[in-house]
């Protein structure tokens, strides 16, 4: 139902007297405004759906015809003639014109004044304005008490459907079906596709969007939610036109959705933040308090041996990759403690977004070692671009496992401090790494960098002089080996 009174809810207030002489059966088409006019073409003043009111005044048996074709052409709602001024009686070529036209014509008594006849149907429009508020405000609140249960924005799917007694579907940002409720919901989202990509770059550009489509048989309205970027989108689809209630229902269900999801993003980033600081406790050799302060959320770190894992890719993307394990954002990378048993499944799926480093199996007493082993094997993860690196299949780590590993730390960042002290030239560094990986062999090295063999020979004059070590030395190039390894 729109927000306009039907011509027939006019007709029938008994204090205006009005009677059909032509167009009964188009009596239920809206009445949006009254105008008057004696003009012979009053159309360029009309914008559809006026009850246009006249006494004819300019009227005639020549002129009735194109008069009636000219108010049909605007669509107006119907004609009104008021009797008793310009004529006793309508002109019957006026009656016989708007019968063949289908336009409904009025006749209006001598004693109902214009003005009566404007001011009931702004009454009814007022009527129906404040009808059409208070289902839309019923209807939200509805939505509303649905968002509050505990399954959230599946419920409000269920609700919006009963509504607006359609189909709703509930799509994450990959267009994914994540709830459908509604009869017709089954495959109502196949072929989206290419709207939903439209919505994704009108709304990146940071403006609100919808889609409308339309056919015979149904009408569809797919808008995206979320606050800051698409965290999914509502598709809904009814059997006949939207009315402006079933837009404001549609559009306070894309709220509520917004907040729910906006809200579950909050809450879930202050469990991040508590497994963080779980994380600094286990590391700092305080397992009963980490353990009881996770806990307090209603998880338990995995019984037995553990493997740590660091992580280099798209926090978000291996934060939700990683599932029920224990995962935690730390400096550029996310750790990981799960069971060993299943510690290569877990590093698979996590390769996938970025290079993993991967540490032994150790105890919860000795997470920091194994932590220490995943960022070495992440770093040489990194430098290989390889997207799983395992501690265990280092070169040569046999031999730094029985450094102590904060005297190894303190001697690797005294040997290479003069290395990155050394202005901008971080590219020393690297080079050195490079070129004692190819065991001195300076076309492989080279090729490796992208240099001419000259430049690293310059380079490496330059590591001898600020390390103070022969690099042609098999002592010195073995100190700064294991300094390059223990720093990562």
């Known amino acids: ?66 008069y009636v074709e000219r108010l049909v052409g605007r669509e107006v709602a119907g004609l009104g003639f008021g009797v008793g001024l310009g004529h006793e009686t309508i002109p019957g070529e006026l009656v016989e014109a708007a019968t063949r036209a289908g336009l ?43 968002a509050l249960r505990p399954e959230g924005p599946r419920a409000v799917i269920d609700r919006l459907a009963r509504e607006l007694d359609g189909w709703a579907i509930l799509l ?15 495959g109502a989202a196949d072929g989206l596709g290419p709207e939903l990509e439209r919505l994704r770059k009108v709304s990146n550009r940071g403006a609100p969007a919808s889609v409308a489509l339309s056919s015979p048989k149904e009408n569809v309205i797919v808008q995206p939610f979320g606050a800051r970027r698409v965290r999914g989108f509502l598709a809904v689809g009814l059997g006949r036109p939207f009315t402006p209630v079933a837009h404001t229902v549609v559009n306070a269900a894309g709220s509520l959705l917004t907040l729910a999801v906006e809200h579950g993003r909050e809450h879930l980033a202050a469990e ?14 305080q397992p009963d308090a980490g353990c009881e302060t996770l806990e307090r959320l209603g ?42 048993s299943g510690a290569g499944a877990v590093a698979a799926a996590l390769g996938e977004h970025g290079p993993v480093g991967v540490g032994d199996s150790v105890g919860l ?19 290989g671009a390889v997207p799983v690196m395992r501690f265990a299949d280092l070169a040569g780590q046999g031999l730094l496992a029985l450094l102590d590993s904060g005297a190894a730390a303190a001697f690797s960042s005294a040997l290479l401090a003069p290395l990155r002290k050394y202005g901008s030239r971080a590219d020393l560094l690297e080079s050195l790494r490079v070129y004692l990986d190819c065991n001195g062999h300076w076309d492989a090295a080279a090729q490796r960098l992208g240099v001419h063999r000259h430049t690293l ?4 004059r330059r590591v001898a002089e600020l390390v103070g070590r022969d690099l042609d030395d098999p002592a010195a190039r073995a100190e700064l080996w294991i300094a390059l390894a223990v720093a990562g």
């Open 104 to 146: 409904p014509l009025l006749e209006v008594p001598r004693d109902t004044p214009f003005v009566a006849i404007g001011k009931a149907v702004s009454e009814l429009l007022a009527a129906e304005q404040y009808d059409e508020l208070s289902r839309a405000f019923a209807a939200q609140g509805r939505l509303t008490r649905a």
């Open 457 to 460: 020979r310059y380079r490496m």
């Open 1 to 66: 139902m729109g927000v306009a009174p039907t011509l027939r809810t006019v007709v029938r207030r008994p204090p205006l007297g009005l009677g059909v002489l032509a167009g009964g059966d188009a009596l239920d088409r809206p009445v949006r405004w009254v105008a008057v006019s004696e003009l012979e073409d009053p159309t360029p003043f009309l914008e559809g759906g006026e009850l246009v009111l006249t006494t004819g005044m300019r009227l005639d048996a020549g002129n009735a015809g194109p």
């Open 172 to 186: 994450d940002e990959a267009g994914g079906v994540r709830h459908a409720a509604g009869r017709g919901s089954a």
């Open 365 to 383: 007493d000795d997470l920091r070692t194994g932590l220490d082993q995943a960022d070495r094997a992440l770093a040489a993860a990194r430098r």
């Open 299 to 340: 998880e338990r770190l995995p019984a037995g041996p553990l493997v740590v894992l660091a992580c280099a890719g798209e926090p978000e993307a291996v934060l939700e990759t990683a599932g029920e394990a224990f995962a935690a954002a730390d400096g550029d990378r996310v750790v990981l403690l799960v069971p060993a």
């Open 272 to 285: 991040r933040r508590v497994r963080s600081a779980v994380l600094r406790l286990l590391l700092a050799g």
